[in-house]
């Protein structure tokens, strides 16, 4: 898969959330490998932030990301909607603190973005691939997420609250595509009992019952409720009759398709697409964003992900296909299979038994991979990346020119399989390639290295 940005910019406006203010936010196309970056146009020198976990500074009523002076607020709803288009790159534009809240859902955003188009670009889309189920909770609220293995991404919800209108309810989202009929026009909620303390503290100036579902649960004096009424500026009802003010529901279970909304706009802030399984108890912003810099914290310990590898799937390249490739024959043809590749990385595949031929010498009671040898079975599985769109290729080979940056992290031993990972640093050139090359064992880096190689059509 390749990344993704808008074909074209576009523009949505309406008033925040909690400050009541009208908002610009303007949704242009950026450079792969950017990211999600989002601009104050209102402050000096448009200064610009990450959307990323790492800057979450507040999760009342909504994601905050805050970086010095640099503040946004209410921003899980358009993360959500690039999130689930599948955009990766991404330039965020808005003069004011907050992003418009719309309808209060994400089905603007979605239809804008339908209209405008999407587009891939050169490089290649990175995941967050779940090896091991994570967890996270809050045992104060009983709140809980977890995120299982799985080839795919999904999510599934479940809120609860003490109340006679709003108890128990679930919902799920087993494929992303299914995201633009199912979630994105579910609206965002708030309970009556929640408004004076929200007023009180100088939020929600902008809410109405045209940009969040309001739930009456609790039975008010008449004038309490008229006073509400007329702070949304809405008009009175029957304070004896409980429900939603609203009237109908989009969907019978609309807050928990919403919280799902919210639970994916937050974890967008992870800064790449998730493969595995999410599952979340009585969710909001603190529990999911916490999730998220869990999740960052991870990654930045990791540095690199290894690739997926599942023996049981057959190979793109086996080792025939290999040797009609590369000159390289026994005992020096140090790639088994490629499983991945496509025209800027390649994965390939060492099984290291005890029969190397160079384990005799290196070392007799102690036997490990020579280094210069894990680093030539990394420059082969980069010949196959270049060498792999020629018709006839067995005209051709690969030649060192240079070899940078190198560093070994751990041994290499018999039993071991080495994972090899080559991805081109910038365009071929004049038959010249660079590549960076990671060597990984049980999940671990074990080698690194830049090369440049020259391709030479063979005499």
């Given at each position: 898969?390749?990344?993704?940005t808008?074909?074209s910019?576009f ?12 908002v610009n936010l ?9 990211g ?10 448009q200064p ?18 805050r ?15 690039l999130?689930?288009?599948?955009i ?9 603190e907050?992003f ?16 405008v ?7 290649d ?26 080839d795919?991404?999904?999510v ?5 609250f ?5 108890r128990?309810?679930?919902?799920s ?11 994105a ?59 939603y003010?609203?009237g ?10 919403h ?8 974890l967008?802030?992870i ?9 979340a ?5 603190q ?5 998220a810099?869990l ?6 310990k ?6 997926e ?5 057959p ?11 590369l ?32 384990f ?5 009671n102690?036997?490990?991979?020579p280094?210069?040898?894990?680093i ?11 060498l792999?769109t020629y ?6 080979s ?19 399989t ?5 991805k ?6 004049h038959?010249?390639a660079?590549?960076?090359?990671l ?7 074990v ?12 005499k």
């Amino acid at each position: 898969m390749r990344q993704q940005t808008l074909k074209s910019a576009f523009t949505l406006s309406g008033k925040g959330l909690h400050t009541g203010t009208e908002v610009n936010l303007r949704v242009c196309p950026a450079a792969e490998n950017s990211g999600i970056v989002i601009r104050r146009t209102d402050l000096a020198g448009q200064p610009e932030l990450c959307a990323i976990a790492d800057y979450v500074n507040e999760t009342q009523r909504g994601t905050v990301l805050r970086k010095g002076n640099f503040q946004i607020s209410t921003i899980e709803h358009v993360m959500s909607a690039l999130y689930a288009c599948g955009i990766d790159n991404c330039l965020l534009e808005v003069d004011g603190e907050e992003f418009p809240i719309l309808d209060g859902s994400a089905r603007f955003i979605l239809e804008e973005i339908e209209k405008v188009k999407i587009v891939a670009q050169k490089a290649d889309k990175e995941y967050f691939v779940v090896r091991k189920p994570i967890r996270y909770s809050l045992p104060s609220s009983g709140a809980k997420i977890c995120i299982l293995p799985d080839d795919h991404f999904s999510v599934d919800v479940h809120i609860g609250f003490q109340s006679d209108v709003l108890r128990n309810q679930y919902a799920s989202l087993s494929n992303i595509s299914d995201y633009k009929t199912e979630i994105a026009a579910a609206r965002t909620f708030v309970f009556v009992r929640e408004i004076m303390p929200l007023v009180k503290q100088n939020l929600i100036k902008g809410g109405d019952l045209q940009n969040a579902i309001v739930i009456y649960d609790e039975l008010l004096e008449q004038s309490e409720l008229d006073k509400i009424a007329d702070l949304m500026e809405q008009p009175h009802r029957n304070a004896n009759t409980l429900g939603y003010l609203n009237g109908d529901l989009k969907f019978d279970n609309e807050p928990a398709r919403h919280k799902l909304l919210d639970v994916i706009g937050d974890l967008a802030l992870i800064g790449m697409p998730i493969k595995g399984k999410v599952i979340a108890t009585y969710p909001g912003h603190q529990i999911n964003t916490g999730l998220a810099k869990l999740i960052r914290k991870e990654i930045k310990k990791q540095e690199e992900q290894c690739p997926e590898y599942d023996d049981s799937l057959p190979p793109l390249l086996n080792i025939n296909q290999i040797r009609q490739m590369l000159p390289h024959r026994y005992p020096f043809l140090l790639v088994d299979k490629v499983i991945d590749i496509t025209d800027t990385m390649v994965v390939g595949v060492k099984n290291v038994t005890s029969n190397e031929p160079f384990f005799a010498g290196h070392f007799p009671n102690e036997p490990v991979m020579p280094g210069v040898l894990i680093i030539e079975a990394m420059a082969q599985t980069g010949g196959l990346l270049v060498l792999h769109t020629y018709e006839d290729v067995e005209q051709y080979s690969t030649y060192f020119m240079r070899i940078d940056n190198v560093k070994f992290r751990n041994k290499v031993v018999p039993g071991d399989t080495v994972i090899f990972r080559l991805k081109l640093i910038d365009e071929i050139r004049h038959g010249c390639a660079r590549m960076r090359g990671l060597a990984f064992v049980g999940g671990k880096i074990v080698a690194e290295a830049e090369f440049m190689a020259q391709i030479t059509k063979n005499k």
